[in-house]
């Protein structure tokens, strides 16, 4: 994996494998930008990250999966945003966030283990132990599932996560500070079409208490 | 505004204008797509909304905002994440969310006024009432800040907000249902770099009341 140099706030280049891969880590909701015809665009999708490759799925008619596996170098994007920066004057006002960059190629996964693999890393992303609990799908399921692998080629990582800086000199007195953003699960919510509820299985109750 | 028809999962298709503004109201956090010598690029960055129109800023030295104002079409999408949705196979395993998939040209913005004004509409779409509270900066400050104003040509919008759907034949007996995600601000933290801290503003409070 190779690194672009942050240009636009440097002091928040966080440029190593292992923050690019704590920050891939720490979601599973990513931003991927593609071309089709010379047109720029960007779909929102689920990933799961093994090594320096992210895993991506969807039907066998995606149009962006599709559009991946034309041999183009993508960009990702994750971003996870942390929180508002208040600083003295709205110029040093910010926010805390911590996000990657990634430009790579992706390959179309044709070996059947690859591709199980692939969707369990998916799953296992968004919530562990879940693959364990429920079948992957019918035969038929499966054959419509499409699974690539993105490869990270060159990546850049930022983070901010302090106080506001910048207004030292400022000498209006005005409360400055920041406020901590955080993502939190709610109480699950059975399924009501099934009738009554069957026990919360471990891998929510593990998420839920993770992050209530 | 016009809207592009979603192919994959059109039940989940909300395309209004109504459904692109509360769905770009609620965030303040955009990825940009956008091309430079024929390569795919994204970068996160803040933005306000006014009618058909986002306002981005940053340095007059940015990148990507020198770049969106060549005249290319560029892409932006928001995308709230609302939950994980669990079905009784992993096949219909699925999130809850609201994107909104943004296609259009931006404009330098030269007129000092809309400046000011697209600075305002930033701010406070990221923290309402922080205008009035600190002043924007310096001349200097000033001078050194880009703002561009993105029209929306082209929107596509899409709300997933519901239990599992699609394993209602499904036999194993297995929890199944949703964990509904909320992003919470937690207590703001004081500036130390000042001393003690001044009373917590107006804009704060009422941000943090609605957001813990």
């Not at 599973?28 to 799925?57: D, W």
């Not at 966030?97 to 059947?112: H, I, N, Q």
């Not at 983070?159 to 207004?167: T, Y």
């Not at 939190?184 to 891998?203: H, I, M, Q, R, W």
Request: proline share 4%.
């Amino acid at each position: 994996m190779e690194f672009n140099k942050i240009i636009r706030g440097p002091k928040r280049e966080s440029n190593s494998e292992e923050s690019v891969y704590q920050i891939l880590d720490a979601g599973f909701l990513c931003h991927v930008a593609f071309q089709h015809e010379g047109q720029t665009m960007m779909i929102p999708t689920a990933y799961g990250r093994k090594e320096n490759s992210l895993y991506l799925h969807g039907s066998t008619k995606n149009f962006m999966l599709n559009q991946l596996v034309s041999g183009q170098t993508a960009c990702i994007s994750v971003t996870h945003l942390d929180g508002i920066v208040l600083a003295r004057t709205l110029f040093d006002t910010s926010v805390n966030y911590r996000s990657v960059v990634l430009f790579g190629k992706a390959l179309m996964v044709e070996d059947e283990q690859e591709r199980m693999d692939g969707l369990k890393i998916i799953t296992e992303h968004i919530i562990k132990g879940r693959w364990d609990e429920v079948p992957v799908g019918s035969e038929n399921e499966l054959k419509a599932t499409m699974v690539i692998k993105f490869t990270i080629d060159r990546a850049s990582a930022k983070i901010r996560n302090e106080g506001p800086k910048g207004d030292e000199e400022k000498t209006n007195e005005v409360w400055s500070g920041h406020i901590p953003l955080v993502m939190k699960a709610l109480t699950p919510v059975p399924d009501e079409k099934f009738g009554s509820s069957y026990p919360v299985c471990e891998s929510v109750k593990n998420y839920y208490e993770q992050h209530k």
